[in-house]
């Protein structure tokens, strides 16, 4: 559902885009994941203590992808490319969104939480993910994927 990439450093994580990310772990059940950014804590520090707490694209179903835009508060552009992302909270309101949305919806979707090590995280590429084929016209419409019909 990506239909085209582009290559970011990794020090440009953020919440909300989808990724696709080689990782370099002996632990990780794989090295390439396609993941939604939902937070990077420690905010500050060294790269090798700093983690992305992220959702792996590959457990999730259309119809989780749909439910995690609703929960998200939708869909926005992104500013420095031509991509959509999920509109995550921020700050103390990304704490609330985690706690409210994030905890139920791994409890409802097995295997698609990760939390990743920014030190041990290659290759970044931000995904054009094709949401047009995920949601349907109205919810498109809300978050200016798609313009109103003229008709």
Request: proline share 19%; charged share 30%.
């Given at each position: 559902m990506v239909k085209e990439s582009t290559q970011?450093?990794?020090t440009t994580l953020e919440?909300?885009?989808i990724y696709d990310i080689r990782y370099k772990s002996e632990t990780a059940s794989k090295?390439?994941?396609i993941v939604v950014a939902l937070n990077i804590y420690p905010y500050s520090g060294p790269k090798k203590d700093r983690l992305l707490h992220c959702l792996d694209m590959d457990a999730m179903s259309l119809i989780d992808v749909k439910r995690l835009a609703l929960k998200a508060?939708?869909?926005?552009?992104?500013?420095?490319?031509d991509y959509y992302e999920f509109n995550m909270p921020e700050g103390r309101k990304n704490r609330e969104f985690y706690a409210k949305n994030i905890t139920k919806f791994m409890n409802q979707v097995p295997n698609v939480y990760k939390t990743l090590k920014i030190g041990n995280i290659g290759t970044v590429k931000v995904c054009n993910y094709d949401f047009e084929k995920v949601l349907d016209n109205q919810t498109l419409r809300k978050y200016g994927?798609?313009?109103e019909d003229t008709e």
């Open positions: 970011v450093p990794p919440p909300g885009p090295n390439r994941y508060e939708g869909l926005k552009r992104m500013e420095d490319i994927l798609i313009q």
